[in-house]
């Protein structure tokens, strides 16, 4: 079979414009917020403005100097299961991101094929006619994007996978955090029991000094047994402690992919991790361009316009290109002789003429998700905001108020000395003594909790401006040591 030169000729006439067609649809621009050039919230107490590049908000932890701390946050950066979670669903991102890519494309298929035919001979027996027929060919098929809906959804593909992306980063900034508050709570709570315990010791002596003297004649049974009432009362918080700390051991095993109680480096008590004296932050509009999420909101905004040219494109004709080019003879040999060759090439074109308005409303509904990811986005950028502006206090009151709480513990150490002395020697009764000691732990444990919120405020904050994450770490489960950190 001759070629029909009219048909290939039109077609490669017709092949510019089905490569480049048309895309219908809006095109997507980046939103810009409005935000302060500054943050409103007072940063006294050692807070100190600087760009986020020399921030090294990447290690953000490493600025506690404990070792075993992050130790624990590098091992919940390799085995955490929430962050395996989203690694798995990037992945699955991109491989979509790739299937919309290819659908661009021909598809293209050979093949080869043998018959062997018989037919039957007179009365069915014996005899009988053969045929055979080979053939090899390859098929071709396309459809040419005329009005760019497989190019929206290769966009639309592109802005989910980069979500899904910032949703690692987002993943693995909270769980560093968490990872860091659990461990304050920790140590928070153990010193609770040792100062408590360390309690108990000071109030057996005075439940001793009050028998004593009750022995000798110089009080009433009534000092003894408030002495007594203070002693189990402080013992009495020993249980509540020690299933706090138990608890929040276990939440950290979990963080860190463990099974509970398997926590064996914190069995024994550590110091509270205590943050420095000066801190770097970044102005809002740094901090608004490292926030992942606000960055994954960015990028569902884009994949949610997209789709509506997406939508809009299925309302215009669509066009499929198929052909087969091949060789068929009767036998092997034949395959390359000229009567051999054939080839077919078929257009075809359909276009929607009433289907009640279905077409028309996918396009409203993408229209309606698109506003609600705008929405999406505005909200995160304003959470994000808060989010800092809160810290920025916390952190700053909590520091005020820790060192009000050290001068309190100091006078109240001197209060329980001067009324334990008094009290042995006469010259009071027990009532200031049990009033000294309770205000004592109770300051105490005050100043643990102030101690351990100053360091917990600052993780806060570090992951109020988006800290704990770099381009590289989306490829690698342990962050590496880079603060700039920017969407390329």
């Not at 302060?36 to 107490?45: C, L, N, R």
């Not at 598809?107 to 090899?136: P, T």
């Not at 007594?228 to 276990?250: C, D, G, I, K, W």
């Not at 740094?286 to 999420?293: G, H, M």
Request: charge should be neutral; proline fraction near 5%; hydrophobic fraction near 40%.
């Amino acid at each position: 079979m001759s070629p029909a030169p009219i048909p290939i000729r039109m077609f490669y006439m017709l092949l510019p414009a089905l490569l480049t067609g048309c895309v219908v649809g809006p095109d997507y621009r980046t939103p810009q917020p409005v935000v302060p050039t500054a943050w409103h919230s007072d940063t006294g107490g050692g807070l100190k403005t600087v760009p986020l590049e020399s921030a090294r908000l990447t290690r953000w932890w490493q600025t506690l100097d404990d070792p075993l701390l992050s130790r624990l946050v590098a091992e919940a950066a390799a085995n955490n299961l929430d962050l395996k979670l989203a690694e798995a669903r990037l992945r699955e991102a991109r491989a979509r991101r790739g299937l919309s890519a290819s659908d661009q494309y021909p598809a293209l298929k050979a093949g080869a094929g043998v018959d062997h035919n018989r037919s039957s001979g007179e009365m069915g027996v014996g005899g009988g006619r053969v045929s055979d027929a080979y053939s090899a060919q390859f098929d071709a098929s396309w459809e040419p994007d005329l009005f760019g809906g497989k190019r929206r959804a290769l966009e639309a593909a592109s802005a989910t996978s980069e979500a899904a992306e910032e949703n690692l980063r987002d993943v693995q900034v909270s769980l560093l955090a968490e990872v860091v508050l659990n461990y304050i709570e920790v140590r928070s709570s153990q010193e609770q029991i040792n100062i408590t315990r360390a309690t108990i010791t000071s109030l057996t002596e005075t439940v001793q000094i009050a028998d004593w003297r009750l022995q000798a004649g110089l009080v009433s049974q009534l000092d003894l047994e408030q002495a007594r009432l203070n002693l189990e009362q402080t013992r009495a918080q020993l249980p509540a402690l020690s299933s706090t700390m138990e608890q929040s051991r276990n939440n950290l095993a979990l963080l860190l992919g463990r099974n509970p109680g398997t926590l064996e480096e914190l069995q024994a008590a550590g110091p509270i991790p205590s943050a420095k004296a000066q801190i770097a932050i970044g102005i809002p509009a740094e901090t608004l361009r490292r926030r992942p999420d606000i960055r994954r909101a960015e990028r569902q905004l884009a994949a949610a316009t997209a789709q509506i040219g997406q939508a809009e494109a299925d309302r215009y004709p669509n066009l499929s290109l198929s052909g087969t080019i091949g060789l068929q003879a009767s036998s092997l040999g034949n395959l390359l002789q000229p009567g051999a060759y054939l080839y077919t090439l078929a257009a075809n074109t359909a276009v929607t003429i009433f289907d009640g308005g279905r077409l028309r409303q996918k396009v409203e509904i993408q229209n309606a998700l698109q506003q609600q990811a705008l929405i999406s986005y505005q909200s995160a950028v304003k959470s994000a905001l808060r989010d800092v502006e809160n810290a920025l206090t916390a952190y700053a009151g909590e520091q005020n108020r820790r060192q009000s709480l050290q001068d309190a513990v100091q006078a109240a150490k001197s209060a329980v000395e001067l009324a334990t002395s008094k009290y042995a020697a006469g010259l009071i009764d027990f009532q200031p003594v049990l009033d000294s000691q309770r205000s004592l732990l109770s300051l105490r444990n005050q100043l643990t909790q102030s101690q351990a919120a100053v360091t917990s405020n600052l993780a806060r904050l570090y992951k109020a401006v988006g800290g704990g994450w770099s381009n590289s770490s989306v490829d690698s489960s342990t962050p590496s040591d880079n603060s700039s950190g920017e969407k390329s």
